[in-house]
């Protein structure tokens, strides 16, 4: 079972769009401390766990979802290098790792796609 089978994608969603509010509300305030140390754990914890599905997945991207997918790998572990109670105190690094889970939920969710033409070997029967 995969990391986001886990925790599920519709758990992730909601975490992320507590920071991201409702569309025609805005963001919201955000203003308990409590609340804020909550979100940045949760996110902290789901972008560990999809960070490695999408490191497992490595293999599957091509061209430039590849290149996508391992900006967003790269600044999912910066994000997690901050200390927890720093992304808490900045509602500004707690959106930024709200936009890296909704990142990788996406791109984890991607089927797997198919190798584009001229980047694999053929097979012996297809050589003339």
Do not use: N
């Not at 914890?45 to 991207?61: V, Y």
């Not at 936009?99 to 984890?108: D, G, Y």
Request: with cysteine; proline share 6%.
């Amino acid at each position: 079972m995969s990391s986001l089978e886990a925790i599920g994608a519709e758990h992730i969603r909601v975490t992320y769009t507590k920071v991201f509010g409702q569309a025609r509300l805005g963001r919201p305030g955000l203003d308990g401390e409590e609340d804020r140390a909550h979100l940045a754990g949760t996110l902290r914890g789901q972008l560990q766990l999809l960070l490695e599905d999408l490191e497992d997945r490595a293999g599957d991207f091509h061209g430039e979802i590849r290149a996508t997918a391992d900006h967003v790998a790269t600044r999912a572990r910066e994000a997690l290098a901050v200390e927890e109670a720093a992304v808490a105190r900045d509602p500004e690094q707690l959106h930024d790792m709200a936009v890296l889970a909704r990142s990788l939920l996406e791109l984890c969710r991607l089927p797997q796609l198919p190798v584009p033409l001229g980047t694999h070997t053929p097979l012996p029967h297809c050589l003339p």
